[in-house]
DNA sequence: AATGCTTCATAAGTAAAAGCGATTATTTAC
DNA sequence: GTAAATAATCGCTTTTACTTATGAAGCATT
């Protein structure tokens, strides 16, 4: 039988390794729970293997040596060894989702509002955790990036349907109005919807978002007539607050804390846009993920329905 | 059944690589010349050893995809069987004795006369073979350091009788008397040893090889007087020239080609030296020292009886 | 939705091997 | 010489690795 390489296995390189420190075949025996029967066949076959003796036997209580082509293998049976320790060791690591990369997709209100005190508490925990954020404003960007796995995990806006997609809920996020904070309004009450009927408006620009408030606002009969647009939340708000006109926006994208805006629920409401972080369908998710999910959800949850 | 990374072999990593570049366990198997169903197996054992599933098995057409874990471990596994594959690269050059280093000890007279001729010859075979010497005036010191594994194959001057050597005999080398060119002998006549009596004499230092020819010399009724000494070759030869006396020396040591010595045979001759070239006995050598052996003694049978 | 196609998993059987215990041969140490 | 230590070998049992055959799941096409 003409062995190669290719028929040598790790328990021979094991063997081998032993036999080389201890000396004696008895003794890597006992060290790796085999007979001495068992571990003399073994280099045998790895003799086999090699095409040449790996030891030089000289008899009674002296040790083993080495041949030449022992030592040859042996340098690269440590090296073999060592590297699937270590791969043990990663793989643990990544059990435990303390190594590794985390790409999450996010956009600008949750970047503000939901992700630092998360990200924090993840960090927190796994501090060697590799975390790094992806922020668009198209949702569709996110969802495409997901499933060309260059993202491990996005945050997501409703509603979603694409099969490529698993997502869960994470919470609904009102459309509130914004108003300069000198504009008079009865403070504790909502917004009639028809007030914005014909008023000069400040908006995002078109993309899904917008568009969906734009759709809900045609259909309960208002126009909506935009005179600065932009996707930047607090550039919005800035135009608010400078009196161009009033703006419906995500609550969890308005800075509330601004004293110089009024910040109001509408009546009737418009639909909440739902807020989802998503995964890629049917692949198994590094645990750390799975762990983020949860920090996210729980953490969210916590916040309570300050929304 | 806990099973551990310790019970992965080479052909679990093997087959990870097969399916994680053919996207397939069936076309993974056909490389590898087994049935798909014992590729699938192997898998599943991978995946055991694991702990988790290294691969997404989306059914129907689509591509296996690989999980985080099956990235991790794939990464070992190719520089593991890379590592694998080196091995046997240099396990060939180590059968054809082309690579590696060859430790030769050696003495002067061989160095000049016998030794250039081989290396040579070894370095056009195998160029990559990385030859060292080691020159000793002392023949006890080379058999030590070849006992000890510090040389892979030395030059000797028997007797041996150290039974931790194996050597072959190379030549045998006359000893001859060395006299000044323009001392009137009869120059086709051998020189008689009982016309060394009384006479000042130049020799080598009281090393084992020195000690030969005073023992020798005296049991003739010659007894040996020094007025010069060196185990330089070099400079014994000088002194004769210099007329500081006679020289005893083997045929080897004298540079011949000087027209300002003279060289006879003695009458009586002298029991000659002889060298062999030995090894460690019992243990395995590298095919190169075997071939440097052989070469050694082609060349030697070649120079004919020059001595 | 029924079908065919591709893919992988699983079951059953067989052949190979890996391992064990006992024995033997060889060598050193005394 | 005898005792102790070491590894190879033999017969045997158990384990495993592989094969073939079959089943199940998903996609694509009709």
């Given at each position: 039988?003409?062995?190669?390489?290719?028929?040598?296995e790790?328990?021979h390189?094991?063997?081998?390794?032993?036999?080389?420190e201890?000396?004696?075949?008895?003794?890597?025996?006992d060290?790796?729970?085999?007979?001495?029967?068992?571990?003399?066949?073994?280099i045998?076959?790895?003799?086999?293997?090699?095409?040449?003796?790996?030891?030089?036997?000289?008899?009674?209580?002296?040790k083993?040596?080495?041949?030449?082509?022992g030592?040859?293998?042996?340098?690269?049976?440590?090296?073999?060894?060592?590297?699937?320790?270590?791969?043990?060791?990663?793989?643990?690591?990544l059990?435990?989702?303390?190594?590794?990369?985390?790409?999450i997709?996010?956009?600008?209100?949750?970047?503000?509002?939901?992700?630092?005190?998360?990200v924090?508490?993840?960090?927190?925990?796994?501090?060697?955790?590799?975390?790094?954020l992806?922020?668009?404003?198209?949702?569709?960007?996110?969802?495409?990036?997901?499933?060309?796995?260059?993202?491990?995990?996005s945050?997501?806006?409703?509603?979603?349907d694409?099969?490529?997609?698993?997502?869960?809920?994470?919470?609904?996020d009102p459309?509130?109005?914004?108003?300069?904070?000198d504009?008079?309004?009865?403070?504790?009450?909502?917004y009639?919807?028809?007030?914005?009927?014909?008023?000069?408006?400040?908006?995002?620009?078109?993309?899904?978002?917008?568009?969906?408030?734009?759709d809900?606002?045609?259909?309960?009969?208002v126009?909506?007539?935009?005179?600065?647009r932009?996707?930047?939340?607090?550039?919005?708000?800035?135009?608010?607050?400078?009196?161009?006109?009033?703006?419906?926006?995500?609550l969890?994208?308005?800075?509330?804390?601004?004293?110089?805006?009024?910040?109001?629920?509408?009546?009737?409401?418009?639909?909440?846009?739902?807020?989802?972080?998503?995964?890629?369908?049917?692949?198994?998710?590094?645990?750390?993920?799975?762990?983020?999910?949860?920090?996210?959800?729980?953490?969210?949850?916590?916040r309570?329905?300050?929304?």
């Amino acid at each position: 039988m003409n062995m190669s390489l290719q028929n040598i296995e790790i328990r021979h390189l094991a063997a081998l390794r032993a036999v080389a420190e201890e000396g004696s075949f008895g003794r890597a025996a006992d060290r790796l729970g085999f007979s001495q029967s068992a571990v003399s066949q073994q280099i045998a076959g790895l003799e086999r293997a090699v095409g040449q003796p790996v030891f030089d036997r000289l008899g009674g209580p002296r040790k083993a040596e080495m041949t030449p082509a022992g030592r040859l293998v042996l340098k690269h049976a440590e090296s073999i060894l060592a590297r699937l320790d270590l791969a043990g060791q990663e793989l643990d690591k990544l059990r435990a989702g303390t190594n590794g990369r985390l790409v999450i997709g996010t956009f600008q209100s949750v970047s503000v509002k939901l992700l630092p005190a998360v990200v924090s508490l993840v960090r927190k925990e796994t501090p060697d955790l590799d975390i790094r954020l992806v922020e668009s404003d198209d949702n569709d960007e996110l969802i495409q990036r997901l499933a060309d796995d260059e993202l491990d995990l996005s945050f997501l806006i409703g509603p979603l349907d694409d099969d490529r997609i698993e997502a869960i809920e994470i919470c609904r996020d009102p459309f509130v109005v914004v108003l300069p904070g000198d504009v008079e309004t009865s403070s504790e009450h909502n917004y009639p919807l028809s007030e914005l009927e014909g008023r000069a408006m400040v908006g995002g620009q078109a993309c899904s978002c917008q568009e969906l408030i734009d759709d809900e606002l045609r259909s309960a009969g208002v126009t909506p007539e935009y005179v600065f647009r932009s996707n930047d939340n607090g550039a919005v708000q800035a135009m608010v607050r400078a009196g161009m006109g009033p703006s419906i926006m995500a609550l969890l994208a308005v800075e509330t804390d601004d004293p110089r805006v009024k910040v109001r629920h509408l009546d009737p409401p418009l639909t909440p846009r739902t807020i989802y972080v998503g995964w890629r369908r049917g692949r198994t998710r590094p645990p750390a993920v799975d762990r983020f999910v949860e920090l996210t959800v729980s953490t969210t949850r916590n916040r309570g329905d300050q929304n």
